[in-house]
Structure formats: structure tokens, C-alpha cells
């Protein structure tokens, strides 16, 4: 009988350590993204809802080397907006690529305030930078204004900021 509870509690450990063994080495908790970078997703002023944006550049300003993240994209409704980690302040210019408005010259910059705070996610994931947004504000040449959903930024693959374009001329009374 000794023996067999041996052979029984062998066979349980064994089966411990492999069942431990497969669940360390899946990297189901990083929700395939590793980065906190937030999503920005495109929306008319107007109606509230999504649109697609035409002949736009979009890069960050006071970094090293300026990044550019999208150039002269068309069509797109959402561009990533990363924040430098080194830093508690990112700015973002937006310019405006199409033909009927390039000669003008337009842009806007959206800044934004946060606080990095540094994160061990897991073994598989590794280590990774959080956000706190403290606040946020925009030019307004095109821009009419910008919301985040959350305050918190981390690795989920969510929309967090929205921009919120103007889409027509509003009627001006004479």
C-alpha cells in the first residue's frame, strides 16, 4: 500500500510540474500587444461618427530625431500616437496633405500629459511602460477637439484617444 500511494503522489507531481510547465509558456497575457501605445481613432465633430481622413502626416515633435508615423496616409481613420517614455510630455503634429488645403500650409498639435510608470507584466511578456494621462489639449485649425475614453493607458489593444475632426462649414449667420 506504501508503495503505491509513492507511485500515485510521483505521478501527481509529475503531472503538476507539466501542467506548470505548459501554462508559463504561453504568452496569453500579453493580449498580442507588448507595447502601451495609444490608439487614435477618427471621428466627425459633427455627426459623432467615424470617418476616414485623406492626405494627412502625422509626427511627434521634441524627441530625438522627430518621429514621423504616418506620411501623407490616405484614407486612414486611426493612427497610433506613441509617447516617449523619457519624458512627461509628447506633441503630436497633424498636417494636412491634401492638394485643396497643402498650399496653406495647415496643421494642428495635440499635447499630451502623463505620467510613465514602469510594469512587469510576466515572464513571457516581460517588462513594459503604463501611462496616466494628467491632461491633453489640441490647435484647433481643423481639429475641433479631443476625448480619451480612459485616463489609464496599458497594453490592451483599444481605441483610447478620440480626434474629432471638422467635416463641414458650419453656417454662419449675416
Known sequence: ?????????????????????????????????????????????????????????????????????????????RVYLPLNVADTLSRFVVRYDALSLA???????????????????SEDCGAMYLFDIVDYSTTNVLIDSISFSTMHIDNANNENVRIFFRTQEEDVEQ
Not at 7 to 19: E, G, P, Q, R, S
Not at 55 to 63: A, P
Not at 103 to 117: E, H, Q, R
Open 103 to 121: 498650399a496653406f500650409n495647415l496643421a494642428d498639435t495635440i499635447s499630451v500629459t502623463y505620467k510613465p510608470i514602469p510594469y512587469f507584466h
Open 1 to 77: 500500500m506504501n508503495r503505491l500511494f509513492r507511485h500515485i503522489a510521483a505521478a501527481v507531481a509529475l503531472l503538476t510540474l507539466i501542467a506548470a510547465a505548459l501554462a508559463c509558456s504561453n504568452d496569453e497575457g500579453c493580449q498580442g500587444n507588448r507595447s502601451s501605445i495609444p490608439l487614435a481613432g477618427f471621428y466627425s465633430s459633427q455627426s459623432g461618427s467615424k470617418i476616414q481622413v485623406d492626405s494627412i502626416s502625422v509626427f511627434g515633435i521634441g524627441m530625438k530625431g522627430d518621429t514621423m508615423i504616418v506620411d501623407h496616409a490616405r484614407l486612414i481613420d
